[in-house]
Each structure stands twice: as C-alpha cells, then as structure tokens.
C-alpha cells in the first residue's frame, strides 16, 4: 500500500472549517483513501474514504486531487469533540488490505 | 461500539502467565483483526481472520496466538504474557476486505498491563 504523509499536529478554531492535509503521491490506481480519527482512550472510528471523486458524509468531506496525490478531509464546523487524531490511510480493495494506521494527526479544536 | 464487544476491558496479569482476550460481533461480519495501541507506535497488526478458522499473521504478531472457532467470536491468547506485551488491545470487524460503506468498526478496546 502508497505510504502517506500528514502533519504530525495542527490546531482549528472551533466554528470554523478544519482543512486536514494528507498527501500519498505513490498512490496507485485501486487505492482508496481512507480517514479515520480516533479520540482519547476510544477506538478508531470511520469518517469517509474515496478513490477519485469528491466525497460528502454527515461527518465530513474528503477533497481528492486531480493526480490524486494528495487529499484534504474538511469538517465544516469544527468543535471541541473533534479534537483526535486523524488517520489517513491508503489501500487497495483487492488482494490483502489489511488497513495499516500511521502516527496519524492529533488535530485540536480550540474555544 | 454497537455490534462489537471487547472483554475484559482491563486486565492485570503477571509476567509468565496465559491471557485471552475475547472479541465478539454480532454482526456476521466476515473479517476480523486484532490490533495493538502503543506510544510512539500507533495501530499495529496482529492477527487477522477472514472466516472461520481462517487466520494469518500481522505485522507484530509474535508471542500471540488467535483462533476463530465461530463467526462472532475472535480470541487472542498471549500464551505467556511478557511486560513488552502490556497494550491497548482494539479488536477490528469489516464486512468484506475492502471494507463496507462504513469501513472498519471497531470495538473500544482492553488495556492490558503485565507486571
């Protein structure tokens, strides 16, 4: 599976838009971007995944590039229960994909 | 979370001893993974199972045994504990390889300390 590369942290003002950066420039073609958080002492939670297309859920947007080198996971209106680490993560739906989690970005919403 | 349950939830054990973790689902979900939670670490693979009695190595997976005898339960036995075994451990569920809409679920983990 490509490797991806995100912030190791990064602070949000709560209300406003939280852009969270990832970039995977070896991404192939059947790789997925996956996101995840993960907030103190619980376990990962899902948040959104796509292969090329912008994407929309309740929880957030996953922004894909063009070359899909790189995406950015919006949460619209952040507040303080965002604050976690947040994991993206690259993998193939086919063959063994087992999801392998990084150090991930401990993203804080502040007052 | 809702379909996956983790027990115990904490445990304390001494160094040498057997431990079992159990993972149940009531979610007929086909796949299931074990993962440990360290500092400076992350998530990290040790076992996974995509069926019954089907299961493989992950990435740590030495000092730790799985079986899966029914769909909804995954068992991890450390068969002689080892302080380097002390960990959070969070158990994983998925519908198909590639993960349903929703992804992975997973459970809310057991925070294990070997003494």
């Known amino acids: 599976d490509a490797k991806t590369t995100q912030p190791t942290s990064m602070d949000c003002a709560e209300g406003r838009a939280a852009n969270l950066p990832c970039n995977h420039s070896t991404i192939s073609g059947n790789e997925y971007v996956y996101w995840y958080r993960q907030i103190h002492s619980q376990g990962p939670q899902y948040i959104i995944h796509?292969?090329?297309n912008n994407e929309t859920n309740e929880m957030a947007s996953l922004i894909i590039t063009e070359d899909r080198k790189s995406s950015t996971l919006i949460l619209p209106h952040a507040t303080l229960r965002d604050t976690a680490v947040y994991y993206c993560i690259v993998r193939s739906s086919y063959g063994n994909n087992r999801l392998a989690f990084g150090k991930g970005n401990q993203v804080v919403v502040i007052p | 979370d809702a379909g996956i349950t983790q027990s115990p939830r904490h445990k304390v054990t001494e160094t040498g001893t057997p431990v079992t973790l159990r993972c149940h689902q009531t979610e007929n979900h086909r796949y299931m993974y074990w993962y440990r939670q360290d500092p400076g670490h992350g998530l990290r693979l040790i076992h996974y199972?995509?069926?019954?009695?089907?299961?493989d190595k992950g990435e740590v997976s030495d000092g730790y045994s799985v079986s899966r005898s029914k769909t909804e339960d995954f068992l991890l036995t450390l068969e002689s504990a080892t302080s380097s075994q002390t960990s959070v451990y969070f158990c994983?569920?998925?519908?198909?390889?590639?993960?349903?809409?929703?992804?992975?679920?997973f459970g809310s983990g057991t925070r294990l300390t070997v003494v």
């Open positions: 796509g292969l090329k």
């Open positions: 199972s995509y069926g019954v009695k089907d299961t």
């Open positions: 994983a569920i998925s519908d198909r390889q590639g993960g349903d809409n929703y992804g992975y679920t």
